[in-house]
């Protein structure tokens, strides 16, 4: 009997195209029951919504809802839901409300955007708006035909082939197991069909004319970058210069090769940039180009081989380095003689290092002359140093500025007591001194009856020494006519003779100079 039952009613909802979920008059206790478990919209101001509610056979849905499919109340046909999330009178749309994953049952084809919360009916990947947005349509697949009349939907455009027009997918876009296209770039292994579909798969094809295939490289091509092209090999041959890998161009003479600055890698898949001077190299990483790794505190960085030079890019060219050639922490003038790097980090010149010179371009620095070098007319002086005479012969000393380090070379800094001298040369800017021998190397020193003064940039005679001139004697003294060194007016001397102190003259009894502490008698001078 239930069976029997069961049918009819089947027949009475397909007679009179009554939906599944149509609802019919409630019992006095489905009602009792259904007033229990209405739902509120907080949006509704009080009014009954059962938008949302759980429902089954037993507890039915009310007002303009119905029962769904998974069991939970939405709008009738021909109702949709408004902003307080109702169900209001007229058919759903593409752009129509839906709330939780509800709401958009009756435009076909559609879902609501989200599973939780507030969303719109959309269209699903490969399906597109038609008819005013009551319903969605699938995209054009690849293969269909289109022209003026019939246009190409979705992702896909019209191409021609052969003289006949197909729908295929644009850049950017792939044919998923339907061959309708959706969001992402064709590969080697994306679907095709009748030949289309690989035309943004760089010299790839279909592996089959009639029917559905995979996009695959051609006999002589390799698949590279992912699978985003196909490509020939270094020293394969070519029909142009996109048949080659990336960075290489083909030849008048239809063959493969590396660009400029640019070297096969040991299988000839790829084009390897020239390694900059500067790059970590070691046993795995391998310096490439005109680059060789060398070792700099214990670390291998690449650098120029002899015979190349870096160009603004730090990548190695031929030609020889010279002064004025680019370098980079230090790497690049390995070749220069007696040169370095203008910088420890960072991109710098080769230059010559203190006590070295060199004109630009030159392929090395010479040593400068050394104080006590021979000089004149036709042999020059070089860095800091100049040519004085000395018994009518030249000789190279330190320039006003400059002091001799341990190699006799002038570098920057006023010489001084104790300062590098050779054979009476070097002491010529530290005033009344001397080197301390006239052959061979020494220091400078004071004569006896000198005091140094001025902490050691000069040597000068103290009070009531004998004297040549001013210059012989300290500072704020003066050589008498009787030649010794006497305190100028106003100063007097030292205990010990070797300063001249200013005198300071004191109001009264017991004052202490502010500029210097001297005990002031009542009248007098302050010593």
């Not at 239930?2 to 008059?25: D, M, R, S, V, W």
């Not at 009178?89 to 084809?109: A, M, R, T």
């Not at 190279?396 to 006799?408: I, P, Q, S, V």
Request: charged content about 20%.
């Amino acid at each position: 009997m239930g069976i029997k039952y069961a049918l009819t009613l089947l027949c009475i909802l397909e007679i009179f195209h009554i939906p599944e979920t149509h609802q019919f008059p409630l019992n006095s206790s489905e009602v009792r029951e259904n007033k229990q478990n209405k739902i509120r919209n907080p949006q509704d101001q009080g009014t009954t919504n059962y938008f949302g509610r759980p429902c089954n056979y037993l507890n039915r849905c009310s007002g303009d809802t119905w029962c769904s499919k998974d069991e939970r109340c939405t709008c009738k046909r021909s109702y949709h839901l408004n902003d307080t999330l109702n169900c209001v009178q007229g058919n759903g749309l593409v752009g129509s409300i839906c709330f939780n994953g509800l709401g958009c049952e009756h435009v076909h084809n559609t879902k609501c955007s989200v599973e939780k919360g507030r969303g719109k009916c959309v269209c699903p990947a490969g399906f597109h708006g038609i008819e005013g947005g009551t319903q969605c349509a699938e995209d054009s697949k690849i293969g269909d035909p289109c022209g003026s009349k019939t246009q190409c939907t979705g992702n896909s455009e019209c191409k021609a082939k052969h003289g006949i027009a197909n729908c295929t997918c644009k850049q950017g876009f792939y044919a998923n197991d339907n061959l309708v296209c959706v969001q992402g770039n064709a590969l080697i292994g994306s679907h095709c069909f009748n030949g289309l579909g690989c035309e943004f798969v760089r010299n790839a094809k279909c592996s089959l004319e009639k029917g559905k295939g995979e996009c695959i490289c051609p006999a002589g091509f390799h698949g590279a970058e992912g699978g985003a092209q196909c490509t020939a090999y270094i020293d394969e041959p070519c029909k142009g210069d996109d048949s080659c890998i990336d960075n290489a161009f083909c030849t008048l003479e239809k063959i493969c090769k590396c660009k400029d600055h640019y070297t096969a890698s040991s299988g000839r898949e790829k084009c390897l940039a020239y390694s900059k001077i500067g790059d970590p190299c070691g046993s795995v990483l391998q310096c490439t180009g005109n680059s060789e790794c060398k070792a700099k505190g214990g670390i291998g960085y690449c650098t120029c081989k002899e015979g190349f030079d870096a160009n603004d890019n730090l990548v190695c060219v031929k030609g020889n380095a010279h002064i004025g050639s680019n370098c980079s922490s230090g790497l690049g003038c390995e070749y220069v003689g007696n040169s370095k790097c203008s910088v420890e980090k960072g991109s710098g010149k080769c230059v010559c290092p203190a006590g070295f010179h060199g004109v630009e371009g030159s392929a090395r620095c010479a040593v400068d002359s050394k104080i006590g070098d021979p000089c004149g007319s036709v042999l020059q002086c070089t860095g800091n140093s100049e040519c004085k005479a000395k018994g009518g012969i030249g000789y190279c000393t330190c320039k006003e500025g400059f002091h001799a380090n341990d190699n006799l070379v002038c570098v920057k800094g006023n010489a001084h007591i104790g300062s590098n001298c050779s054979s009476g040369l070097g002491c010529e800017y530290v005033g009344n001194s001397k080197c301390s021998v006239e052959k061979g190397s020494g220091k400078c020193v004071c004569p006896a009856g000198f005091h140094v003064i001025e902490r050691g940039a000069r040597c000068a005679v103290g009070i009531d020494g004998p004297c040549k001139g001013d210059d012989s004697c300290i500072d704020n003294a003066f050589c008498t006519l009787e030649k010794i060194c006497k305190c100028k007016n106003d100063y007097t001397a030292s205990s010990g003779r070797v300063k001249c102190l200013a005198r300071i003259y004191g109001p009264y009894e017991g004052y202490h100079s502010s500029k210097r502490r001297y005990f002031c008698p009542i009248k007098g001078p302050c010593f």
